[in-house]
């Protein structure tokens, strides 16, 4: 072994267990990083998903029980203001770490997500951002330049994966080629309230999210040179342009039209309005179709440059909701852990089964894939 990597690594074991965190992602992590960090993480084996509510009417979620509080000294918040709202309200975690199961009930209890997308995103996060070993994650996460991992720069925690679920093209957030893809942005948020003013009437709507988001897209490919769109996030961003629509207006008055002061303080302040109920019913990625067909686009990536758009037709489309499923699994998460073994194989093929539950639940047909075998 050569002189550096022995150090390295003699300096890995000396420090993981005080330096890795128990949210942290293992995704990405080299076969001997593993074997120094994995031994000093506790197993919690997952359970099962939580089911769907019994009581699915609105009910006032901005409660007693769930007030909104400012953020504590070590609070984590991230790129979701759908989470980071249920963070700050108490429904979450309100330091911003969480099981897979919190996370499900969560989003039921706080927005009315219906339970097969909630089981299908949360594990699809998790699988990628969370740490399957501890069975946490943090709803947010920032790039780290310094610590004891050699390489490029590490990702502490979070919803952090670039081009998954964080991605390009985002509503509020930036781009991650420009440095800052997890904080509030006003720029992009003046550009949401301009949107909503010429095409809503002032209000946000999916006839202003078609054209946002269509904008949004273009403002990539002519200012980012790495921008990418493919699957999944290709279909991440179309739903998050649907959710402020799903699940940011009050369950009493839902006419899909969400205010703009509102909205400002779901995504920059974390917060419900006061009395805000829940939606009426369960809920998903409602108008999703409305969004996509007003600029239809297919998957692709700039190459190269700006304004160098090359579609990819090995990429998932709407059209094909099972090839979507079959990328992530054999590409993203096999590319992410090539060969795992022991708990770590254990783990991720129990998680594997969730994320397949939500998917299954939904009807879409899709014949399982089994990456790692079977356990």
């Given at each position: 072994?050569?002189?550096i990597?022995?150090?390295?690594?003699?300096f890995?074991?000396?420090?993981?267990?005080?330096?890795?965190p128990?949210?942290?992602?293992?995704?990405?992590?080299?076969?001997?990083?593993?074997?120094t960090?994995?031994?000093?993480?506790?197993?919690?084996?997952?359970?099962?998903?939580?089911?769907?509510?019994?009581?699915?009417?609105?009910?006032?979620?901005?409660?007693?029980?769930?007030?909104?509080?400012?953020?504590?000294?070590?609070?984590?918040?991230?790129?979701?203001?759908?989470?980071?709202?249920?963070?700050s309200?108490?429904?979450?975690?309100?330091?911003?770490?969480?099981?897979?199961?919190?996370?499900?009930?969560?989003v039921?209890?706080?927005?009315?997500?219906?339970n097969?997308?909630?089981?299908?995103?949360t594990?699809?996060?998790?699988?990628?951002d969370?740490?399957?070993?501890t069975n946490?994650?943090?709803?947010?996460?920032?790039?780290?330049?310094?610590?004891?991992?050699?390489?490029?720069?590490?990702?502490?925690?979070?919803l952090?994966?670039?081009?998954?679920?964080?991605g390009?093209?985002?509503?509020?957030?930036?781009?991650?080629?420009?440095?800052?893809?997890?904080?509030?942005n006003?720029?992009?948020?003046?550009?949401?309230?301009?949107?909503?003013n010429?095409?809503?009437?002032?209000?946000?709507?999916?006839?202003?999210?078609?054209?946002?988001?269509?904008?949004?897209?273009?403002?990539?490919?002519?200012?980012?040179?790495?921008f990418?769109?493919?699957?999944?996030?290709?279909?991440?961003?179309?739903?998050?342009?649907?959710f402020?629509?799903?699940?940011?207006?009050?369950?009493?008055?839902?006419?899909?039209?969400?205010?703009?002061?509102?909205?400002?303080?779901?995504?920059?302040?974390?917060?419900?309005?006061?009395?805000?109920?829940?939606?009426s019913?369960?809920?998903?990625?409602?108008?999703?179709?409305?969004?996509?067909?007003a600029h239809?686009?297919?998957?692709g990536?700039?190459?190269?440059?700006?304004?160098?758009?090359?579609?990819?037709?090995?990429?998932a489309?709407?059209?094909?909701?099972?090839?979507?499923?079959?990328?992530f699994?054999?590409?993203?998460?096999?590319?992410?852990?090539?060969?795992?073994t022991?708990?770590?194989?254990?783990?991720?093929?129990i998680?594997?089964?969730?994320?397949?539950?939500?998917l299954?639940?939904?009807?879409?047909?899709?014949?399982?894939?089994?990456?790692?075998?079977?356990?």
């Amino acid at each position: 072994m050569r002189p550096i990597a022995l150090i390295s690594l003699v300096f890995l074991a000396s420090s993981s267990a005080l330096a890795f965190p128990s949210y942290r992602s293992l995704a990405g992590l080299s076969r001997e990083e593993l074997n120094t960090i994995v031994p000093t993480l506790s197993f919690h084996a997952p359970k099962p998903p939580p089911g769907p509510l019994n009581d699915t009417s609105a009910k006032l979620v901005n409660d007693h029980a769930h007030p909104w509080r400012p953020l504590a000294p070590g609070d984590i918040r991230g790129p979701c203001p759908g989470l980071n709202t249920l963070a700050s309200h108490g429904w979450l975690p309100r330091n911003g770490i969480a099981t897979p199961a919190q996370i499900i009930t969560a989003v039921q209890e706080g927005f009315n997500m219906n339970n097969f997308l909630a089981i299908f995103i949360t594990y699809g996060a998790f699988l990628v951002d969370g740490n399957v070993i501890t069975n946490e994650l943090s709803i947010g996460g920032k790039t780290s330049r310094t610590g004891p991992f050699p390489g490029p720069p590490a990702i502490v925690g979070g919803l952090n994966t670039h081009a998954v679920f964080e991605g390009d093209t985002s509503m509020t957030r930036g781009d991650f080629f420009f440095g800052n893809n997890h904080d509030f942005n006003e720029t992009l948020f003046d550009e949401l309230v301009k949107f909503s003013n010429k095409f809503g009437a002032g209000k946000y709507n999916l006839t202003v999210a078609g054209e946002f988001r269509f904008q949004r897209i273009q403002d990539s490919i002519a200012t980012n040179p790495n921008f990418t769109f493919v699957s999944p996030r290709y279909f991440t961003a179309y739903a998050e342009s649907t959710f402020p629509v799903n699940f940011f207006i009050d369950g009493r008055h839902e006419n899909g039209q969400l205010d703009l002061k509102v909205a400002r303080g779901f995504f920059q302040e974390s917060r419900f309005p006061d009395g805000f109920f829940r939606a009426s019913g369960p809920r998903g990625t409602e108008g999703i179709e409305v969004v996509a067909a007003a600029h239809p686009l297919q998957p692709g990536r700039n190459v190269g440059r700006v304004n160098n758009y090359v579609l990819d037709p090995t990429s998932a489309d709407f059209s094909n909701l099972c090839l979507l499923y079959e990328n992530f699994v054999n590409q993203t998460i096999k590319g992410l852990y090539p060969n795992p073994t022991g708990i770590l194989r254990e783990a991720l093929n129990i998680n594997l089964d969730y994320f397949f539950q939500g998917l299954n639940e939904a009807g879409a047909g899709c014949a399982q894939v089994f990456p790692y075998g079977r356990n």
